[in-house]
């Protein structure tokens, strides 16, 4: 069955993608999605993982494809089990059954409309939570409208050459800020329930890469000047060179102490009180999870 042409992330791209097999996109990917994996994740901010996990549904493939991917093995092709819109909407609920807080979908952007379908198929009674890169079109973020509770984007480079030279993408800090700002109109600011754990609203992550503190100083500024008090903003310390790929030079190192301390101060001094700081143990490969169905 031939699909629309793709116009889903900001690449527009415009190729008919397929149900199955490789498309002649970016992305390379097909119109139904590989799962890689659907299970009870701990890895994510206390407020969303909270006692009884995340119920995280890993998509494969990516529009983005960074250079140092920590999950590359997934992200730059289509594997693990493909599913349609009512199989993915059984996945989710079989996730609300074993206990999970939210619905987590991660990495999901190529696939907007099945996702768009599998939900009001089956609504849920749990938070959705959209997890992405930030490297968004308005355009297909507003098709989620009503349907996702919690944004949980990226935004990884306020610079235009590191987002070129690292995701081929030199227009990510202009769509990732679009992107941002309907993301915080469709949801707000955080809303918890009594037990603390997240039911709407807007989290943004940074992760800090070795040797780019210039860059995470001008996105926490941007974060710090366009967004409401109250957003949580997520510093990332996890950065851990991944195995099996070929990296420049300044990003086969961890960050080191000082790097995060700069970045850090910076957002306290910001004023972005709310949210996470990540601790610097955080970057280790034990911590990436396991795909079981590629």
């Known amino acids: 069955m031939e699909q629309q042409r793709c116009t889903l992330c900001p690449r527009q ?3 008919t993608r397929q149900e199955h097999g490789e498309s002649k996109g970016y992305c390379g990917l097909p119109w139904l999605p590989g799962i890689c994996r659907a299970a009870l994740h701990f890895g ?3 407020n969303l993982s909270g006692s009884r996990g995340s119920g995280a549904v890993f998509f494969s493939g990516c529009v983005l ?3 140092y991917c920590q999950n590359h093995l997934i992200s730059r092709h289509s594997c693990g089990k493909v599913v349609n819109a009512a199989e993915l909407a059984t996945i ?3 996730l609300q059954a074993a206990g999970a807080h939210n619905i987590n979908l991660v990495s999901p952007t190529p696939y907007v409309p099945l996702i768009v379908e599998a939900l009001r198929l089956q609504p ?8 992405s890169s930030g490297y968004e079109r308005v ?3 507003r098709l989620l409208e009503g349907l996702v509770d919690i944004y949980l984007p990226d935004y990884k480079y306020h ?5 070129l030279q690292y995701s081929g993408a030199a227009d990510y800090p202009q769509q990732a800020q679009a992107a941002i700002l309907e993301m915080v109109r469709q949801v707000g600011l955080p809303q918890h329930d009594p037990n603390g754990m997240m039911q709407k609203g807007l989290m943004v992550r940074h992760l800090i890469l070795p040797g780019h503190t210039k860059n995470s100083l001008a996105a926490l500024q941007w974060l710090a000047d366009a ?14 060179p991944p195995t099996g790929l070929m990296l420049p030079t300044e990003l086969q190192r961890r960050i080191t102490k000082r790097e995060y301390a700069k970045v850090a101060n910076a957002l306290l001094e910001l004023g972005l009180e709310y949210g996470f700081f990540q601790k610097r143990s955080a970057a280790s490969e034990e911590y990436l999870p396991e795909w079981n169905w590629l």
């Open 65 to 67: 494809r960074c250079s």
């Open 44 to 46: 994510e901010e206390p």
């Open 92 to 94: 989710f609920q079989e």
């Open 124 to 131: 849920l009674r749990i938070p959705v939570v959209y997890n």
């Open 227 to 240: 967004l409401p008090k109250g957003v949580y903003i997520s510093l990332m310390a996890q950065y851990c």
């Open 159 to 163: 610079q235009a050459d590191l987002a």
């Open 139 to 141: 355009e297909t973020l």
């Open 13 to 15: 791209c415009g190729v």
